[in-house]
């Protein structure tokens, strides 16, 4: 018989992968994105329409910032008895944030403080949740990067209001029993890209012509391929089959920072096309370098990045450039 997983964010970069590693597992996946207008819905729609032609997806339209929906959401499904609960949801975006604190407050500390206190309430659904937490919560640490270090200072609405959905998470495991699993991703790339991530704007830039600006020369991240990320996520469910309370924080990286300037380089030779690149002053409001030591999620989660980056950009710019083609047509109008 199918297991049941509720993903939260699905049609979100991320979370359509791994809706997808899910399906491919044997899963029936119930989805919930309201398709927020954070960024393009046409890129939203067609990742939906592409998990839709899975028979094992299931889409539920609500947003988790508002109670009522979520008593719709949970209502729904009270006839499904729900293995586990990965939560993806979330604004994204340091520069965003800046601008848009509140949102950010809504969608990322009182959507999860709701679908807890939901969780919580329904005896269907099992406490074993994998929360989506972020590398940005780390600025300001020593590099590299790992899971002990103290989370003592934030640059962006975005940092704190995802530090503030894991200490929710630790909260219901302290006093409620939940099985937590907080993963902090760190730069993910692939195809179908956010278009507010570097990658798909430099991507889009080469192919247009226009100038690529990078915030300081030196500036470098640890890259995530999304299909390495997804694997990791579904991995982590592994933990919760050991018969004990399970709370743990893991990095999601390649533990390969790379210098963002290089990063363009490779792009030019993936798109066969180069164009002009001006660097700036650095930004205040992110740090120079990141760079995710990945010892505890090569232990726990068997987990090995990928790490053939022209492959991984290649695969990148042709679902982008199918996606420009014959889904939003962009390319056709220059």
């Known amino acids: 018989m199918k297991k049941n997983v509720l993903i939260t964010g699905s049609c979100g970069f991320i979370g359509y992968f791994v809706c997808l590693e899910f399906l491919k597992n044997n899963y029936r996946v119930f989805g919930v994105d309201n398709l927020n207008d954070y960024y393009s819905k046409l890129m939203k729609n ?4 592409l998990l839709s032609q899975n028979k094992g997806y299931t889409h539920l339209y609500f947003d988790l910032s508002v109670k009522k929906d979520v008593k719709f959401l949970f209502d729904r499904l009270k006839n499904e008895e729900i293995e586990y609960v990965v939560h993806l949801a979330a604004y994204p975006g340091v520069q965003y944030s800046l601008k848009n604190p509140q949102k950010y407050i809504k969608n ?11 969780i919580n309430k329904h005896p269907y659904f099992k406490k074993n949740i994998i929360l989506a937490s972020t590398s940005s919560v780390y600025t300001g640490n020593p590099l590299p990067f790992n ?6 200072e934030f640059r962006s609405p975005y940092a704190y209001t995802k530090f503030a959905s894991e200490n929710i998470a630790r909260f219901f495991y302290s006093v409620y029993d939940f099985n937590v699993v907080v993963l902090r991703y760190f730069t993910v790339y692939g195809p179908l890209n956010r278009p507010d991530m570097a990658v798909y704007k430099f991507f889009e830039s080469i192919l247009k012509g226009k100038t690529i600006y990078v915030r300081g020369k030196d500036i470098e991240r640890d890259f995530t391929y999304v299909e390495d990320a997804a694997k990791a996520t579904f991995q982590a469910t592994k933990l919760f089959t050991l018969n004990q309370k399970v ?11 790379i210098k963002v300037l290089d990063l363009i380089k490779v792009m030019f030779e993936v798109a066969k096309k180069e164009t002009k690149v001006v660097v700036g002053e650095y930004a205040s409001f992110e740090p120079v370098s990141t760079w995710a030591n990945i010892e505890k999620a090569r232990k726990l989660l068997n987990f090995s990045p990928s790490i053939d980056l022209y492959q991984n950009l290649l695969k990148t710019f042709r ?8 889904i939003e ?3 056709l109008k220059m």
Do not use: M
């Open 147 to 152: 899971e002990d270090l103290c989370i003592k």
């Open 319 to 326: 679902s982008l450039e199918h996606y420009w083609n014959e």
């Open 329 to 331: 047509g962009s390319l």
């Open 247 to 257: 709370f743990e924080i893991i990095n999601i990286g390649s533990d390969n920072p």
């Open 108 to 118: 990322n500390i009182v959507a999860t403080q709701n679908l807890f206190d939901f």
């Open 46 to 49: 067609h990742r939906l329409t």
